[in-house]
């Protein structure tokens, strides 16, 4: 296994280990950041427009898939040690199954609604001033937009299954803001503001200010570019209201149209458009963050598994239900054997394709993590 630590390297480094071996996750970190990376919307890759001279930078620093010393993480947030009662879901406070009591979010969530219903009461209670989140535009390209009151957190809601530069946003955040903030996103986006959380970024936005982190559920996502061109090909975009897959691993993703139709497509013809980034991804609950939200799957659909992972967490789980604004009941123990189950198999199977990437056993690029845990998950 690699042994160096969350270093800073030069954008040269990022460009050949990460965007050139298949591993960008397109989370946006080194956007912003770094004036010589653009995102590139139409092939769905980070472009260098430019050579950096520097022996050392940001860029390399917190991206999700330079390397990760995962114990250090985890000492930084939540105070343990990475331990084998870690592995798979991560650290659990509490877990329960959630939705929504308001029915504006309702109308426009993906599952449960609980997300949105999180962020809405953080907001009204102070705890933050301001949501990063990720936004649909009109031609259903997903990228991170700042919601600071109800109707731009619900003019979020709903998922884009296309991976989308959110990060971006977290970097255009001034250094001088006072201003309190939540982030939601998938693990790898979760993962690289962990990494800012325990080396804070200098000369750039105060990182003590994300008083909360959602993570979301992620098995993968699509590659803006070609998946896009495919539904353009396909699909009138300015007509669909909602993407989903109704059971993960579904058979189908289903597109509702304006009209009230919905179109099914065979989730073998979507699959050709995964990221390739998301099969070398050890992550599916967003095992970084304060609180991380799933579909309630098949016999709960409507509903959201939630996992609270840390104080900040149960503090806003407690706004919420104390408003009545999110209802609960407890989680068949069932659910999170199956869960932990299905994270483990995508930890080991994603591990071996790292090995697989870098030619060695010893050697999963990004992925810091003891022998001890990695002999575990290996052999589970
Ligand atoms: C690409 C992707 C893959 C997923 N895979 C799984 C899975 O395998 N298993 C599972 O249980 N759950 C998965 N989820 C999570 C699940 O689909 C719901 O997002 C989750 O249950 C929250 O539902 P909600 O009704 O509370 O969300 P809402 O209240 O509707 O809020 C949705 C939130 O998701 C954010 N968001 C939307 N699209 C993106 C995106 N592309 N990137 C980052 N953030 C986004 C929005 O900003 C919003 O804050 C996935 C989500 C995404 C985006
Ligand atoms: S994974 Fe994120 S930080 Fe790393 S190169 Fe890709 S977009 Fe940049
Ligand atoms: S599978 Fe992993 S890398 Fe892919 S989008 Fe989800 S969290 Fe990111």
């Known amino acids: 296994m690699s042994t160096t630590t969350m270093a800073e390297k030069a954008s040269q480094k990022l460009y050949d280990e990460v965007i050139m071996s298949g591993l960008c996750t397109l989370c946006g970190a080194c956007l912003g950041a770094c004036p010589y990376f653009k995102v590139n919307p139409r092939r769905g890759k980070i472009r260098r427009i430019d050579i950096c001279d520097r ?8 991206c999700p898939r330079t390397y990760t010393d995962v114990d250090a993480i985890y000492r930084k947030i939540f105070g343990v040690p990475y331990g084998e009662d870690e592995i798979g879901v991560g650290v659990i406070k509490d877990a329960f199954l959630a939705r929504t009591t308001d029915s504006d979010i309702q109308s426009k969530a993906q599952d449960g609604g609980s997300v949105t219903t999180l962020l809405l009461a953080a907001l009204q209670a102070g705890m933050v001033d301001a949501v990063i989140e990720t936004k649909m535009s009109a031609d259903k390209s997903p990228g991170g937009f700042i919601a600071r009151n109800k109707e731009e957190l619900l003019s979020c809601a709903g998922n884009s299954y296309e991976s989308g530069a959110t990060l971006e946003t977290l970097n255009s955040v001034p250094p001088d ?30 990182i003590d200010n994300v008083k909360l ?16 061109e495919f539904l353009e090909q396909n699909y009138d975009l300015s007509q669909i209201v909602k993407f989903d897959i109704p059971h993960h691993p579904g058979h189908t993703f289903d597109l509702y149209m304006k009209s009230g ?19 070398y991804c050890c992550d599916m609950t967003a095992q970084f963050a304060d609180v991380s939200v799933g579909s ?20 806003v789980v407690e706004l919420a239900k104390k ?19 299905s994270a483990i198999n995508k930890m080991k199977t994603n591990i071996q394709n790292l090995m697989k990437l870098s030619g060695s056993e010893q050697d999963l690029r990004y992925l810091g993590i003891k022998n001890q845990i990695l002999d575990k998950i290996l052999q589970d």
């Not at 309630?296 to 503090?315: D, M, P, Q, S």
């Open 296 to 315: 309630g799957r098949a016999a709960f659909r409507g509903w959201n598994t939630v996992i609270v992972r840390t104080e900040a967490g149960a503090k």
């Open 323 to 341: 408003k009545g604004a999110l209802e609960t009941q407890p989680i068949p123990p069932e659910n999170l054997v199956h869960l932990k189950k």
């Open 55 to 62: 022996d050392e930078g940001q860029c390399y620093q917190y």
């Open 177 to 206: 803001s006072q201003e309190k903030l939540a982030i939601v996103g998938l693990p790898c986006q979760i993962a690289a503001v962990a990494k800012m959380k325990a080396e804070p970024p200098r000369n750039r936005f105060n």
């Open 213 to 228: 982190v959602v993570g979301l559920f992620c098995g993968w996502a699509l590659t803006p570019g070609s998946f896009h």
């Open 261 to 279: 139709k919905k179109e099914e497509i065979e989730i073998e013809d979507v699959r050709q458009f995964i990221n390739e980034s998301c099969s």
